[in-house]
């Protein structure tokens, strides 16, 4: 029994971490609207590569590239990109993984650390 209970207290440990640093990502920010398709746009925000290079460096930012195609409708689909910059890696893959789940055919989806010039 009390083997059972400490692993179940770990697993429960373990789940509220794993909750704990997903929210950390952004405050929990999404980066896709499945109800109306969109799909988010870092231009103008804090996501912007010109934005967050000159906060944090160029060398110290995580871009993310994605893009496919996304469908629409029946019938109706269209190409997409997308890039954004990220202070850590943990938050370019948390995007890259809503990016994955946004764009229905996916043909570039990465993380890399530096914008270079």
Known sequence: MRNTTTTMMRAAAVALLAGAVLSGCNGR??????RSGQVFEAYGTAYDCRIASRKY????????????????????????????????????????????????RIVTNSCTRGLRG
């Not at 920010?29 to 499945?34: G, H, I, N, Q, S």
């Open 57 to 104: 460096g160029p060398e110290n930012v995580w871009r993310g590239l994605a893009g496919g195609r996304l469908f629409i409708a029946p019938g109706e689909s269209r190409n997409i990109s997308r890039e954004a910059c990220f202070p850590s890696r943990a938050e370019c893959e948390y995007w890259s993984a809503q990016m994955d789940g946004a764009i229905t």
């Open 29 to 34: 920010d999404t980066f896709y609207d499945a």
